[in-house]
């Protein structure tokens, strides 16, 4: 691998950060950051796969020192209204009470990312009006959204009429865990039902796990309804003879019942009053 700026130092850290946890393991972690930093940490990070299991962690890391800490201390005192930063990993959302301020801070975030061998995606990256939709400034304009964390964050009434912020399956995020569940099928359309039933169920239970949040109910009820269309489709193409009517299909189920969509945790939401 060629060398690259700092790479020198950087092995010497990694030198010494190795031989520390071997010849006091018990103090290693204490120690650590007296041998990392900045550097240290963009090397690591570049050399390290991005769909690895250490990449998040070092992202994490890295990413306190790059963005977090500069947010508080840099941007914070020059805005003039109030701010917050939510990051995870490598994916953040930055609301600000101010348009002004979000503009600034738009334009100077790509340098600051820069200056560390980070870029933002511009695709994700975007300025979104997001504010109730009882105080847009202009009658036609459309309520903002946002994707985070593989959910579409958007205004909608509470059962009370009031406006809430809700939550629901990012669209791509949908359509990817659909593929993913009928590839599965396909390929497996020839093993027991009963062996493809345990594993569509826990597929299912993992789906809810993630995405099983108050407000999402729809979303869940429309992914399941789909992942049954597809388990029907794939066990009627076992051969040629294997066609299931919808009937038959539907008696199965109660034999091998997919389980229906559970909601795992709630948010507590800023609620506005109409």
């Given at each position: 691998?060629?060398?690259?700026?700092?790479?020198?130092?950087?092995?010497?850290?990694?030198?010494?950060?190795?031989?520390?946890?071997?010849?006091?393991?018990?103090?290693?972690?204490?120690?650590?950051?007296?041998?990392?930093?900045?550097?240290?940490?963009?090397?690591?990070?570049?050399?390290?796969?991005?769909?690895?299991?250490?990449?998040?962690?070092?992202?994490?890391?890295?990413?306190?020192?790059?963005?977090d800490?500069?947010?508080?201390?840099?941007?914070?005192?020059?805005?003039?209204?109030?701010?917050?930063?939510v990051?995870?990993?490598?994916?953040?959302?930055?609301?600000?009470?101010?348009?002004?301020?979000?503009?600034?801070?738009?334009?100077?975030?790509?340098?600051?990312?820069?200056k560390?061998?980070?870029?933002?995606?511009?695709?994700?990256?975007?300025?979104v009006?997001?504010?109730?939709?009882?105080?847009?400034?202009?009658?036609?304009?459309?309520?903002?959204?946002?994707?985070f964390?593989?959910?579409?964050h958007?205004?909608?009434?509470?059962?009370?009429?009031?406006?809430?912020?809700?939550?629901?399956?990012?669209?791509?995020?949908?359509?990817?865990?659909?593929?993913?569940?009928?590839?599965?099928?396909?390929?497996?359309?020839?093993?027991?039902?009963?062996?493809?039933?345990k594993?569509?169920?826990?597929k299912?239970?993992?789906?809810?796990?993630?995405?099983?949040?108050?407000?999402?109910?729809?979303?869940?009820?429309?992914?399941?309804?789909?992942?049954?269309?597809?388990?029907?489709?794939?066990?009627?193409?076992?051969?040629?003879?294997?066609?299931?009517?919808?009937?038959?299909?539907?008696?199965?189920?109660?034999?091998?019942?997919?389980?229906?969509?559970?909601?795992?945790?709630?948010?507590?939401r800023?609620?506005?009053?109409?």
């Amino acid at each position: 691998m060629a060398e690259t700026l700092g790479s020198t130092r950087v092995s010497t850290k990694q030198q010494q950060i190795a031989e520390l946890a071997r010849s006091v393991p018990e103090k290693a972690l204490n120690a650590l950051a007296h041998h990392m930093d900045l550097d240290w940490m963009m090397e690591a990070y570049r050399r390290t796969r991005k769909d690895g299991v250490v990449s998040p962690l070092l992202a994490n890391i890295y990413l306190h020192e790059v963005l977090d800490v500069w947010f508080d201390q840099e941007v914070m005192p020059r805005l003039q209204g109030q701010a917050f930063l939510v990051r995870y990993a490598d994916d953040f959302v930055m609301g600000f009470s101010n348009e002004r301020d979000a503009r600034r801070v738009l334009s100077v975030l790509p340098k600051r990312l820069d200056k560390y061998g980070l870029t933002v995606h511009p695709d994700k990256t975007r300025l979104v009006n997001f504010r109730p939709p009882r105080v847009q400034s202009n009658p036609g304009e459309e309520f903002g959204s946002f994707g985070f964390l593989g959910f579409t964050h958007h205004w909608a009434r509470s059962r009370k009429g009031c406006w809430v912020v809700k939550q629901k399956t990012a669209k791509d995020r949908f359509t990817k865990a659909l593929g993913r569940i009928k590839e599965w099928c396909r390929k497996n359309r020839h093993q027991a039902v009963r062996e493809q039933w345990k594993t569509l169920r826990q597929k299912l239970e993992g789906h809810y796990g993630y995405y099983g949040i108050a407000g999402n109910a729809a979303s869940l009820g429309r992914f399941r309804t789909e992942v049954v269309r597809l388990w029907h489709k794939w066990l009627s193409r076992r051969s040629q003879k294997a066609w299931l009517d919808w009937s038959t299909f539907q008696r199965l189920l109660k034999r091998y019942p997919l389980p229906p969509p559970r909601l795992i945790r709630r948010f507590r939401r800023s609620v506005v009053k109409p």
